[in-house]
């Protein structure tokens, strides 16, 4: 008897930043002390009076299926948040509240993307847009940016990848994996762009919102003229050290809101009932320990940058916003210790996960093969250890 599993497995990869948590895993079980560089998840704590609401939560019996959009005061606490933090407009009826960012992406990109769609994603991008383009039967199509430009996409550039064909646009500012943060009058610009192609939708990934270094988060959601294009994505993980909490969230047009929402009824349903109420709280309440995170952020930030420094040959530009370095690392390639040769940025992070016993991510995941990505969301020690091993790896490199 012949069996077979879909195709639909073939169409898209494994993500990279998961494949390399696992192998750190494996690694450690078998004793190693393994540094992990490579899972973009913040080493703090939940913060403890959204704890208490969770808890709370418990207690009060939050126990039962939950609207498939969300609860109705969540989404009202969401419509106050981007109020507040972004002077952005929205009912309920444009907010659903999803099992994670990426469930949100998912909807998203599955409600608005029919087989042969292009989607514009400038790269360096995070890992898993392309893949799920590709599981939607679109067509990713790629634009890679520079360093020279801080890996920022121009309106020049976005203009001239549009064709009759293209569906939708993929972003995110804060950028994961290169840390670039579109100014204001850089959004504009991209704006003035869709304005005159007002078929086309936009996501724009804002889940590292509060992790800026150069000032306040822009969105390009401000945009009236182009509001109705903008479905933004949102969620709790980065800003409020939420991981394992699983929600996130999208503001979009209505026919966009109720499509996901369509969609999710047939996939998860509505989102874990104490996660939300927990949510609430997270949203509407006291900033001050997301600040003092970031405020660590930047601290680690200008120590890495500094440690980056000390590496002969890495080219490294300072990230504005998430908690990550981008090094262009090519100049490695071709050498090698007498066991490895490194020919590419997969062989390097391979190299340096067995040798240094650090866990990176290639810089192929994220569009932009010349580079491996690097977290900063490790403590300050191990991050130092970490860098020592690195550099020392390295020399061994001819």
Not at 63 to 87: I, Q, W
Not at 311 to 330: M, R, T
């Amino acid at each position: 008897m012949n069996r077979s599993l879909s195709s639909l497995l073939d169409r898209f990869a494994e993500p990279e930043t998961l494949k390399m948590a696992k192998l750190g895993r494996e690694l450690r079980a078998q004793g190693i002390d393994v540094i992990d560089l490579s899972l973009g998840e913040p080493d703090f704590d939940t913060p403890q009076h959204i704890k208490e609401a969770a808890k709370k939560a418990i207690d009060d019996n939050f126990s039962h299926y939950t609207p498939v959009a969300g609860y109705m005061d969540l989404r009202e606490a969401v419509c106050t948040k981007l109020k507040r933090d972004n002077n952005l407009d929205y009912k309920p009826e444009n907010i659903v509240v999803s099992t994670g960012a990426k469930q949100s992406l998912a909807n998203i990109v599955l409600a608005v993307v029919d087989a042969g769609d292009e989607v514009i994603i400038p790269a360096p991008f995070w890992v898993t847009y392309s893949e799920l383009v590709k599981i939607a039967g679109g067509v990713p199509v790629i634009l890679e940016t520079t360093m020279e430009n801080d890996y920022k996409l121009t309106a020049t550039e976005l203009e001239r990848a549009i064709t009759p064909r293209t569906k939708l646009f993929l972003f995110s500012s804060p950028c994961n994996p290169s840390g670039a943060v579109y100014s204001r009058s850089e959004l504009q610009a991209l704006a003035e762009v869709f304005e005159q192609h007002p078929t086309i939708y936009i996501i724009s990934d804002e889940i590292y919102e509060y992790i800026n270094f150069v000032g306040s988060h822009e969105s390009i959601a401000q945009f009236n003229a182009i509001k109705d294009q903008v479905i933004i994505v949102n969620g709790l993980s980065k800003g409020y050290a939420m991981t394992g909490y699983r929600l996130g969230y999208i503001a979009a047009p209505v026919e966009v809101a109720k499509a996901c929402e369509k969609l999710q009824g047939q996939f998860t349903s509505g989102t874990n009932a104490v996660t939300q109420r927990a949510a609430i709280t997270a949203l509407t309440t006291d900033l001050g320990p997301t600040l003092a995170m970031t405020q660590e952020f930047t601290r680690r930030r200008q120590r890495v940058l500094e440690l980056i420094a000390g590496i002969p040959d890495w080219k490294c530009s300072a990230p504005e916003g998430a908690f990550y370095v981008f090094p262009d690392v090519s100049a490695c390639f071709g050498k090698t210790d007498g066991n490895h040769r490194i020919e590419n940025a997969d062989d390097l992070c391979m190299y340096l996960l067995h040798t240094a016993h650090v866990s990176t991510v290639t810089g192929r995941a994220f569009g932009t093969p010349r580079c491996i990505r690097l977290s900063f969301a490790n403590s300050l020690d191990k991050i130092e250890v970490a860098y020592q091993r690195i550099k020392d790896a390295l020399a061994r490199l001819q």
